[in-house]
């Protein structure tokens, strides 16, 4: 089986140490591309770098997160335009609403949000997405552009780190919108809604990533001493989402897989 982790903060401080351990442990289970988070400036040259240094295993994502909102200038979206013109960063993001924690200012979010759909639009690379009790305005931003551009001009999205309800995945399925499922699926205390809820995701429209180093899965025995989560725990979530969805691990695998290739026009 091959995996594609479409979610890895692999720039984060705690990989520093043994970062090519973790890819080797990721490899060694089956994950055989991964793409790495931007959600800042320099995050995302960060993430540029190392798919520079990991060609054709590393990609790179280049964006603002909602959180880092509140520095969103002319100048940061030029620069980000810069890095869209080059091969290795493969969607717009990590971009979107978070008002569940409201590190930046909610009107700063919505314009930083807004830009960077201009900025898919413009450069027709799939948006990478973020969004926490925030549900109404983004889909509210997400349709203005639609209406706007016309859907055949909106590149795909992907709601990365899927966690909300019912209503809100159907909201996304309506839209044509992917989901990215992460470990939060294993999560006895918050996530045990998503499994039956991913049984509604069409193999189509699914991705699986970690998020790492967030989000160890909590079903994950022994769990590590340090608590870290890494791309290799990315074959645990889907032998948990296959369970879930009555499949074979296999099957939810290369589906996966292949989604995620075409999506993001991995090779």
């Given amino acids: 089986m091959q995996f594609v ?70 100048d940061i979206e030029a620069a980000l335009r810069e890095l869209h013109a080059l091969p290795e960063v493969v969607a717009v993001g990590e971009t979107g609403l978070d008002y569940h924690r409201n590190f930046s200012p909610r009107a700063a979010q919505l314009f930083a949000f807004e830009r960077q759909l201009e900025l898919a639009a413009d450069c027709g690379k799939p948006l990478f997405l973020h969004q926490r009790d925030a549900h109404g305005d983004f889909i509210a931003c997400m349709d203005n552009v639609l209406d706007q551009r016309g859907r055949g001009r909106i590149p795909r999205a992907v709601v990365h780190c899927f966690t ?11 839209r044509d919108f992917f989901i990215g499922i992460t470990g939060w699926i294993c999560d006895e205390r918050r996530g045990t809604h998503l499994r039956e809820l991913v049984k509604s995701i069409p193999a189509s429209r699914l991705m699986l990533e970690t998020d790492a180093p967030y989000l160890l899965p909590r079903t994950v025995k022994p769990a ?17 989402v296959a369970r879930d969805r009555g499949e074979d691990v296999a099957v939810t695998a290369a589906n996966a897989a292949a989604t995620a290739r075409e999506f993001f026009g991995l090779p």
């Fill in 224 to 240: 590590p001493s340090h608590r870290r989560n890494e791309p290799m725990y990315l074959a645990h979530i889907c032998a948990e």
């Fill in 5 to 74: 982790d479409i979610g890895a903060n692999l720039t984060h401080e705690s990989f520093r140490h043994d970062f090519d351990a973790v890819l080797a442990r990721a490899r060694n289970v089956g994950v055989t591309q991964l793409v790495v988070t931007g959600a800042s400036l320099q995050g995302s040259r960060e993430a540029l770098e190392l798919a520079r240094t990991h060609s054709g295993v590393l990609f790179a994502t280049a964006g603002v997160h909602p959180h880092h909102a509140g520095d969103f200038d002319a």
């Fill in 164 to 174: 909300g309800k019912k209503d809100e995945l159907f909201d996304y399925l309506d």
